[in-house]
Nanobody
Framework: QVQLAESGGGSVQTGGSLGLSCTASGYTSDSNCMGWFRQAPGKEREGVATIDRDGGTWYADSVKGRFTISKDNAYNTLYLMMNSLKPEDTAMYYC????????????????????WGKGTQVTVSS
């Protein structure tokens, strides 16, 4: 049974930094596309960043240059380093993994991801 567990969320002021982690069990991070999504109250879940089997990355325009996605295959862990945080980054952040597909074709398509974590809250105050 695949389980994804996020950690590292919290509260920070504008301009601050936070690092998120997602530990996968029953799943190997070096096989398929994985990513981070977020959902703010009253809004749809949106893709933030993805990483494919070979380490290729994709970022939403809103986070380019500020967020960095990475993974450690030895520990089946996915990371998201968030710098220069803004109040509009406030959301529940979810880790996601595809059941098949080494590459992140259509990275923002939530239906392409078979496994989801329960989320971790990130709050950025002005």
């Amino acid at each position: 049974q695949v389980q994804l567990a996020e950690s590292g969320g919290g509260s920070v002021q504008t301009g601050g930094s936070l690092g998120l982690s997602c530990t996968a069990s029953g799943y190997t991070s070096d096989s398929n596309c994985m990513g981070w999504f977020r959902q703010a109250p009253g809004k749809e879940r949106e893709g933030v960043a993805t990483i494919d089997r070979d380490g290729g990355t994709w970022y939403a325009d809103s986070v380019k240059g500020r967020f960095t996605i990475s993974k450690d295959n030895a520990y089946n862990t996915l990371y998201l380093m968030m710098n220069s945080l803004k109040p509009e980054d406030t959301a529940m952040y979810y880790c996601a993994a595809r059941g098949r597909g080494a590459y992140c074709y259509r990275p923002m398509r939530t239906s392409a991801y078979s496994y989801w974590g329960k989320g971790t809250q990130v709050t950025v105050s002005s």
